[in-house]
């Protein structure tokens, strides 16, 4: 692997809640390179966003807190900037894709107000050579005919296409990291397809390295190059995707794989994972998915286990793999 | 691979549920003062049948008019045109007493488990509920009842003392199956059922599902967007697309051999947990047409990768073709 652009050491972030602290990134390491795809796959409350959230510090406040850790941008790290050096790196250098684009726009200006905005801010354009640049991105999203599209307003475009506006305004330095959380999950199935491709593309164009954030294990064969599980704020699994699918190590991963209907394979029953997912304020000592593991044993309820090497490049959290 | 137990009808030959040419138009107002209408063909001149005890899965983006569908089904809207058949009776035309027969026969789990329950109800009184106000039942046989049914979907009988705020989403849901299934309905309407839920959790949603249907024989209208969730439930699976059904036919025919260039589509599009599936990249060009204005001939055509000349000015008719419906002028 090539020199990463973004790499995540050890990284916690706590959550204080009315009912004590919550760890909701817990020891979280990662990296990712140049061209690169790393999908964070997990449930609501594994800390997938959160973990997000922490790089480019905008952990909602004052509730939660990056208690330490670092997050090294291209070898700098951006846990020791002041929060105006952040407003620069913020978009400039990593930029978002959220689930929802409402929740990127603004309702009340057109959709080319707000893409020459980030276009002014990184590259000091203006008059006519920032509406031609704002076009020219519209176009880079596959928009039909931009120069219209910069006079509409946001609820004047179909979901899909408002993804899409995001997706110019995420590229418009380019920057050299995207995040994209869950950005297809509003979408309709042959959009959804659609805005894959597009992202690929952009990807290939720019050289992003890219956090991929879903639930959707269809997406993520498809998207990612390797693959990080999350369970209760860990990095339980983390692997090449292939590997990963093939061989998953640990009985998380598996049992997620199993759980999932597949098209072709009609099967009486799914194998379902028993239980709840597990409430952060209140984990168990040792393993967070103990309670649930089809493989549990004794010292999985005592101890957490470590990270443990299963092959090049794919570890796992779990005692079953620990060398005799 | 042994597909899910079919049972037989009753009264040999009459489906539970039929539906022909059933038809929704919305108005909707346009123009700066409102004064001018067009109508939404919501649904337009759609059939199928579902038979006792078996699943039929209805999918289609948002707007082809799934929840139309259902809602026309429920009774929660009128239809412009055609007939909903119930065992054999045409549910627009019963009286009184007929329509609360239907409404009983006829329940409903809904998205999302944290709207669709009474936060302030506890959850024996919810499940009770359609008791209290369809049966005669006294409280001890209501209680009774509860318990029953709260075991029915493996929750624990202390349940019922309970809030919904105290329970997950997958545990919702299933307090949410249980009160559908308090009156021994012969259909449920289940749209997006799991949608709403953790992915570890759908899993055994969709079993508890499918074992309540073999004990209970009761029918399912599936409503959901994944297409693989679909495919695994039911026994017929229709497409709807722009208020149309484009294909209808057997579950495994429409999952694994889609003939519609929609359906093709639709089933590339949802991508195969699979890193060594083969990638059938038909990808569609352009979104889904407004349904004030759909097009001309087949709804589908500027979108479709083998559109002819005549698909534009002509609409094509559900015909059979290899084991299943399909409404294309390709066959």
Known sequence: MAVPVIEVKDLHTHLVTRWGTVKAVDGVSFSVGESETLGLVGESGSGKSMTCLSIVRLVPRPAARIVSGEVLLDGEDLLARSEREMQRIRGRKVAMILQDPMSSLNPVFSVGMQVREPVAAYHGLRGRALGRRAAELLAAVKIPSPAARLRAFPHQLSGGMRQRVVGAMAIAAPPRLLIADEPTTSLDLTIQAQYLALLKELQERHRLAMIFVTHNLGIVARMCDRVAVMYAGRIVEMGPVRELFTAPAHPYTRALMESVPRLGARRELLTAIDGQPPDLAKLPPGCAFAPRCANVMERCRVEAPPEIAVSAGHATRCWLHVPA | ?331
């Open chain 2, 1 to 331: 691979m042994s597909p899910p137990e079919r049972r037989a009808s009753p009264a040999a030959g009459t489906p539970l549920l039929e539906v022909s040419d059933l038809t929704k138009h919305f108005p909707v107002r346009r123009g700066a003062l409102g004064w001018s209408t067009t109508l939404v063909r919501a649904v337009d001149s759609i059939s199928f049948r579902l038979e006792p005890g078996t699943t039929l899965g209805l999918v289609g983006e948002s707007g082809c008019g799934k929840t139309t569908t259902s809602k026309l089904i429920l009774g929660l809207e009128r239809p412009t045109s055609g007939a909903i058949r119930f065992e054999g009776d045409d549910v627009v035309s019963l009286d009184a007493a007929g329509r609360r027969h239907y409404r009983r026969a006829v329940q409903a789990v809904f998205q999302d488990p944290y709207a669709s329950l009474d936060p302030r109800m506890r959850v024996g009184a919810i499940v009770a509920e359609p008791l209290v106000i369809n049966t005669e039942l006294d409280g001890g046989a209501r209680r009774r009842r509860v318990a029953e049914l709260l075991d029915l979907v493996g929750l624990p009988a202390r349940a019922a003392e309970l809030f919904p705020h105290e329970f997950s989403g997958g545990q919702r849901q299933r307090i949410a199956i249980a009160r559908a299934l308090a009156l021994s309905p012969k259909l449920v309407v289940l749209d997006e059922p799991v949608s709403a839920l953790d992915v570890s959790i759908r899993a055994q949603i969709l079993n508890l599902l499918r074992d309540l249907q073999k004990r209970l024989g009761v029918s399912y209208l599936f409503i959901a967007h994944d297409l693989a969730a679909v495919a695994h439930m039911s026994h017929t699976i229709a497409v709807m697309y722009l208020g149309k059904i484009v294909e209808c036919g057997d579950a495994d025919a429409v999952a694994l051999a889609p003939q519609h260039p929609y359906t093709r589509a639709l089933f590339a599009a949802a991508l195969p947990v699979d890193v060594d599936g083969k990638r059938d990249e038909t990808l569609v060009a352009g979104e889904v047409p407004s349904p004030l204005a759909p097009p001309s001939g087949c709804r589908f055509h500027p979108r479709c990768p083998h559109a002819m000349p005549h698909c534009a000015t002509e609409e094509p008719t559900l015909r059979t073709a290899a084991d299943r419906l399909v409404a294309c002028h390709l066959y």
